[in-house]
């Protein structure tokens, strides 16, 4: 039931908003909106009821195992939360003078650093507001660094084939055309055709290492010496970075450009699709390319960057600090973690999902990529039981809903067929891993004795498989009044 | 260890399942020259406790001086129950919702914004949200772009009455496309921009524009006429790009009636900040994109509809997915994929609340406030309204001394007292924009008020001295 | 799968505690604890996930309709919660000196004015903890009075039949012997037994009014004079004030000592179990004896009554303020309504009642009391569907629950056999009131047709009927480690 | 109207089917002269927005110095999830779990907290909540009364080193049952009750004693000799109830470990305040109560059972009914009904994430912080430790000069420094209670010490000028 379909003509909510509607008379009347928006009108706990209770139709990570891969759910530390929420940080204006904002500028300055030191990269902006936006400056960045030098020519970036689709889409928005790169089948990518991809038209290649099939690219100093060879910069999708934290840092891999993803390294909540933040970080030669603003510090104290001061910047991303409080729960979880939590981290997402690995050899599932390390995932290709039971991964994913876990990612990356892409983290205990291993090995017994259960799951779910088909056919994508 | 549930004998059993001795053998596969040594410039971590300390330090390093100022950023009454709902783990710790069976809570409530985002800028469709208002304005060029098959320009005009870090993020953004971006001048006068100085703008480009960016109330907190402009840009197929202020819908011409007719905008944008997000030293907040039908597959983002499941019972999925990145990679509509979910369930719920009357209600109040506080501040000698149109709920007004010092007076004073115009408009003079929400009392303006009088007099003082 | 089900030794929580165990050589080995205490060790992320799921098990007023007779289940204001959590008031220490103090202080005294002023009472002391201790303070009170006046033979306290089992139990309690006074079927009580009831012996009478069953004593004029007759004082019990608030005052009925349930009629939230408040209003004769902590006002601020100025008082009912932080959230809720705002809680609370009463009615149920109009509540009761269908009222209860309503109050008050006590509150839209007769229905028409759904019910709950009595006979009252 | 969701429209709706007019005609079994015209001693209603004004504006005028006052509430750092989680709408907005199939998440914590409880004890059984740790005391001595078969004189020895809120509330509470509360004085020297007095006491009132109170850490932080008393105790037939801090638990010897051969006491209580409810101006807090198996019968309150349902799956029910006020009216074990359900859920959370080490690290913490701040201030000229036994993390310190004075002094200087021992224990003199739990800091009790000698000296310089 929509909260639309609660609402009465007439009916209040709480003592919300001024008792009643001030004067508008000095406003011509053709600027005025004639007739009331079609909202819903509702008692405050009608509202409060209907939102409860939706939400307990979500899995989440405060309810569920949730190993979606490339997606790093690990545990969002309430600290976080609750201390973002402070009246101080959260009631002051983004115009706030300098001088009157030391508190969270402070914050900010020391987040900068710490993320400086912990991928080794020289500078670092907090402006972008996702991953996506964190490539894009990346890329903007590695532009503006060719033009600056009169290098105008270059209009390709590189791009692994396994590579997430935000990469070709951000290059594409950037105005440079994209050139797939193989990748072997032992997950690194194609070295050969690397080679003979360069040339003066190669602006960068974007990778992420490890990579999405979940290994480490093992060749990451030919390929940085390949790149740079031609002029080409190196950029990191830092997607990835839960697998190495504190025990390899991109910049010493040779990279030049970095987002990082806050919302999955720096653990902040990914909220059922954001807010997150892409904190791009970059070498020395790049520093003066990155997006405004910028936090810095003098003896007077902490400043923002001014324009007049970053000539060359790329300029800005938003219209004020990006994601203020989202930066400010990933600086409280690192200061939480500290130098020593850091390392752990990617130690023990590490020894989950290679555990689980050697598990779903051990239980005779197929490995996509059987004779590596996994990173802090590792991806099952169930092509045997797609083409021989005629049950997909989908299946199997719907499936294990069912069984009380959220499902891995699937069908991603696109190279691996009917894969699963599992990532535990490091914050589930080996229980929740054995538990979810027991699932899939019971529906491959059921996709064996009774397919039916795991082709028409889930079962025990708010509602049953959805028609997409439908949904993109007949589209419905809001709901409006009848007339 | 911190957030990290193993025990030294499931890490020993961990290992022998795997077939390695230490932790240390996972990373085998890394050039061992390249290992981190440590992380020596990071500190060692701290108790809840301990950070729980100095955060509230910091935070109260923050002022806590009574906020006058608006320009993109709102200080509203935020219902209790609002964000307490939203931080509810299953909201607060979701992933982007592909597992539909699994998120409806998500997708329902997202399904429940897009409606109501359609019912307030009175569009046929919305996404699930952008990053926030100005790179949603980017996302609108971007899509508009794409959207005008009749216009090959690739040329948009924007006057100079739209937010200045609005323009400078989609400039950023577009750069790389080829687009051009014309900057139109406003009236001094009126404080809006002139159909006639379009006109002009068009005429010199060559004649053929793809868009027109249209804020309203624009940045000076100042009326446009939007009717006039829509009507003239759709006349020569220039498609209408709106920015509105969300909670203005209430009261405002909605921009799916723009125009004489009331035919439309073809995309509307904003920021959705002043429903339900806290100004929260910038962010997050979301950006808002509505469009006509006619362009829905040329939007960014993600976007739900409602369908049925195999028994056909209603429920609700992601759609679309053909636009976006994880499909079309290179050919995508943008390249977003984290969106900003959280600020649009708050903002949801927000809205639910308050409800239609609640909403209208709020947005008179700060008209009223605003406009008692320019009659308040313009009774002192040296202060005046800088124009003469109508405006909603921010003004400029004039000083008759430089802005940054009397800022600086007024904020010993406890006031935020504006946004000083000077950097972004020096031909306004010493000019300051302010607003007054419904949050700000008539106490509140009384003390803007004596404590404005007092910074001038002693700044009239020093000058004298001086 | 409890909490002490996820422990594993050597587990740890979060960072929060210090981080090693400091030294305790000072105290004495044979004063020292030798064991560890047997708690779960888990990591932060399992409790937060293990508890937030366990959540999800209950029904509340956030997620359903909850007319629980006598409990006043109605809406609590999200803005009483956030508000009572400010740090000013959170961190606040209990033994603060006044001057410290003062916004505290100032929001009990006017709450104690308020609640004089809506109850009509001279007094009101907060220090009562529930509506049972509430109770206590008032008997208290009522016994204090007459030793004050050495009046010592009054050994008797007089309870209708309908009465809540609270009020006999603090009758004795307070030392009192207790005299049931039976309640005729129209719902009053029976004045003849009462005027030969009562005596010299007679200490007081515990009202409530509207009663238990739901109707208002219309007698109440008749029975304040024949108690007051013979010296004895008259008690009210304020759990139903939500059906006056605003439309008549104890006071003015002739009640001498009042509790109020603040946690009923205004609004804090029930958590579960409690905390609740029973601040106790006087009539003038009795301000004496009000418990301790009481809070004045002077010129120089507001001020605790230091025990040395109140030297009848009965003394204190706690170690500290009482549920100060109940207090705090009734206070806002009282300010949020306002004076109107009370008047409509009980006109609309009465209204859904007598809505109910009258579906209840056309859909063919037996009332209780059928010719009286409802207070805020009203009575259903089932004997004809028990002895004809052997479906019983806690079958019904229980089958409402499958459906999505918590059940009614069930045989309670016990006079009414089968009964269903049914309080709907001013906040419930006139959907979930017609909803909820609908499932009424739905479940008569079942236990015509299929018994069975009726009496094994639940069915959709996360667990099935429970076996009480294997539970009082076989104690599992703690979970123990294995030894 | 607020938190009243009924149209015009349903109104009306509604008083058709019941038959009459208005709203008016349901109250008209009410006597006319009787009803009321209007609260106007009451206030109109306000916005939320209002009301959050005001109520922070009050927040504020309490202080915000740093609390070194113990004395039965204790400021303790407490996992933001704890009350994030409490505060769900599912157990905040739920009622008592009449209904079990419908409150497993209340039944279930419950129960946790109820094994929780008997762990920290070491004791078998515990109820699942009582108001308060002083009412908890009343309850267990009424329980002991009932308990005690072989004691016919209803007479309770209460040391002097129990709470005195504690022994106040207990005197209230069972005054009207016949029952005699002896107090027992203690030994000035070593602040804490001798075996001697005890047995004087008994023999004094005739050798018949039903019970015995002990606190440990007794409220001036001192600790008892629990074995000799114990064993004492039982030798003659006298109940044993402690009073312990919960949190001390953690470290200290359980009361179900009390007496030389660990034989435990009969009934053990206290406020579990200390684990996860915050100070809150002094509630809601909660009292725990724990027994032997023996006393369960005799207990007051809610008891949470384990049980199965008709499938024999694992489930929880309210149990041992038969003892409450509910069935047995007159005659059950106490008249309460609400207890302190959520706090108790607070606390049970808070248990679960601090753990068993958790608890032991902060408990140690809080006695190393007291051990320092005693010798940190006790090394200022005029200022000594009152007694010679060893405490937990409150301690009896002696000044040269009167309390309410310095501890003014104290105040101005941001520092909430004890409490005064003056008016309960005169004969200690110039005597303070203080307290330092792990939240307190070195530099928190540096500023403290500094803050000291200041007073000490302006003090001293005040008395020298008079
Ligand atoms: C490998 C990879 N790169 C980039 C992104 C994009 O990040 P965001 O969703 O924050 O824009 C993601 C996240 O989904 C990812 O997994
Ligand atoms: C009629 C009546 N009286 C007294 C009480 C006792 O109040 P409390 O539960 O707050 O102790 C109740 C509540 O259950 C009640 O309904």
Redesign the interface.
Known sequence: M???E?S?????????????????S???S?????D?????????????????????????????F?P?GS?T???????C???A?????????????DE?????L??MHELQ??L???M?MAAFSLAP?????G??AGI?MI?AYHKANDDDGRKEILVPDAA???N?????????N?REIPTLDNGDVDIDALQQAVGPQTAGLMLTNPSTLG??E?Q??KIADIVHAVGGLLYYDGANLNA?L????PG??GFDVIHT?L?KTFST????????SGAVGVAERLIPFL?LPLVSQDNAGYHLVKEQDAPQS?????????????L?RAY?Y???????????VS??A???A??MM??AR?RGFELAIPD??ASHEFIITLKREASELHVTAMDF??RL?DLGY??P?TY?PLLVPECLLIEPT??????ALDGFMDALEQIRQEAESNPEVVT?A?HT????????V???R???????PEA | ??????TEE??S???E???IDS?EA??????SH???S?????????T?ME??R????????????V?F?G???Y?H?I?A?V?Q?T????????????????????L?????F???????T?M???N??L?????ALAEAV?MAIRGNRKSKSRKVLIPRTV?P??R??T???V????IDLLEVDYDLAAGTVQLDALKQAATDAGGDITAVVIQQPNFFGA?ED??AITDWAHENRILVISITNPLS??????PG?WGSENTGVDIACG?GQPLGA?????????GFLCST?AL?RQMPG??????????G?????L????R?????????T????????????AS??H????????????A??C??NT?SLVAQLTDIDGVRYAFSS?Y?HEAVLVLDQPVTAV??AL?ERGI?GG?DLGAEYPELGNALLVCAT?LRSEEDINAYQAALEAALDVETRQKEIA
């Open positions: 929509l909260i639309h609660h009465k003509p007439g009916r209040k909510g709480a003592p919300q908003a001024p008792v009643s509607k001030a004067d508008l000095d406003i011509p053709n600027l005025l909106r004639q009331s928006a079609a909202l819903p009108e509702v008692s405050e706990m009608q509202a409060v009821r209907h939102y409860t209770r939706l939400s307990q139709k979500n899995f989440a990570i405060d309810t569920h949730y979606l997606c759910m690990k545990y969002n530390p309430r600290a939360n609750s201390l929420q402070l009246p101080g940080f959260l009631s002051q204006h983004p115009l706030t003078p009157l904002n030391q508190g969270y402070a914050c650093l710490m400086c030191e912990a080794g507001m996702a991953g996506a936006q490539e894009f903007a532009d997430h689709g935000t070709p889409a951000t290059a594409t928005m950037c105005g440079f994209v290994v480490f093992r990451i100093e190495i504190g025990k390899i840092r010493d891999m993803n919302h909540p990914h909220g059922g699709g954001g807010p997150g997006p790329i300029g800005r991303l938003s219209a004020f600090m990006g994601n203020a409080g989202v400010i409280v690192m200061r939480l973690l500290g130098r020593d939590g850091m390392a752990r130690e023990f590490t020894l989950n290679n555990y050697a598990e051990r590596r390390r994913a719907k809903l959220h499902a990612t991603f490091e914050s589930e205990a080996k229980e028409t889930p779910l708010p509602v049953k498989r959805l028609d997409e439908r949904a993109a007949q589209l419905d994508l809001a709901w409006k | 260890m911190p957030f990290i549930p193993h499931e890490i059993q961990m290992l399942v795997i077939g932790t996972l990373f085998d596969e890394i050039p390249l290992r981190t440590g992380l020596d410039g990071i500190p060692e971590g701290m809840e950070i729980s100095l955060m509230h330090k910091r935070a109260s390093q923050n002022t806590d001086a906020c100022i320009a993109g950023a200080e009454h219902p129950a964000w709902l931080t509810r783990g299953e909201y607060y710790t979701a992933y982007t919702p592909y597992q539909a069976e699994a998120s409806q809570g998500t329902q409530l997202t399904y429940e897009q409606s109501m985002m359609t019912a307030l009175d046929d469709v919305s699930a949200s990053y926030d208002g100005a790179s971007l937010h870090t609005y400078k993020t400039e950023t953004i750069t790389g496309q080829n009326l939007i009717d819908l209430a009261v405002l011409k909605p009636q920021d806290p100004m929260s030293c910038g962010g997050p907040y979301y039908s829905v993600r976007i739900v509809g409602r369908t049925i499941d195999v028994d019972k209603e429920g609700f999925v759609t679309l997915q053909a976006e990145q994880h499909i079309r990679r290179s050919k995508a943008s390249n977003i994929c984290t969106n900003q979910g959280l600020v649009v369930t949801t719920i809205m639910a609340i308050l409800g239609p009357e609640g909403l209208e209600n709020t008179a109040a008209h009223a406009t109508p909603f800022l600086e904020a935020l946004y419904e």
